[in-house]
Nanobody, 130 residues
Framework: HVQLVESGGGSVQAGGSLRLSCKASGNTYSTNCLGWFRQVPGKEREGVATVHYDIYTGARTNIAGSVKGRFTFSQDHGQNTVYLQMSSLKPEDTGMYYC?????????????????????WGQGTQVTVS
């Protein structure tokens, strides 16, 4: 099992920045797929950024078009933590942001930004942009 704990959400004015953190514990050695998703009430969970790790290709990321150029995915392997740096925030970025992970996922599924790929989820952290 993998446990995920998000932090860093909050309220910010449009144009501002936030950095979300997601610390993983448990079976992190086998975790090769991590992602950030967001959801607003009444809408489906939306993929924001994902990363797939492979010993041959290294780390590959996929960033959703709606946030590309504004959001950046990074990681600190030593701390088992991934980050989502969000800049130039817009009101439409408002939502509950979730960190997710999976073990042994194929890159095509991991990078596809689909929440169906992921078996482990954090509790979420709220981001409000006004």
């Amino acid at each position: 099992h993998v446990q995920l704990v998000e932090s860093g959400g909050g309220s910010v004015q449009a144009g501002g920045s936030l950095r979300l953190s997601c610390k993983a514990s448990g079976n992190t050695y086998s975790t090769n797929c991590l992602g950030w998703f967001r959801q607003v009430p009444g809408k489906e969970r939306e993929g924001v950024a994902t990363v797939h790790y492979d010993i041959y290709t290294g780390a590959r990321t996929n960033i959703a078009g709606s946030v590309k150029g504004r959001f950046t995915f990074s990681q600190d392997h030593g701390q088992n933590t991934v980050y989502l740096q969000m800049s130039s925030l817009k009101p439409e970025d408002t939502g509950m942001y979730y960190c997710a992970a999976d073990v042994g996922a194929l890159s095509s599924r991991c990078l596809g930004l689909s929440p169906d790929t992921y078996n482990y989820w954090g509790q979420g952290t709220q981001v409000t942009v006004s």
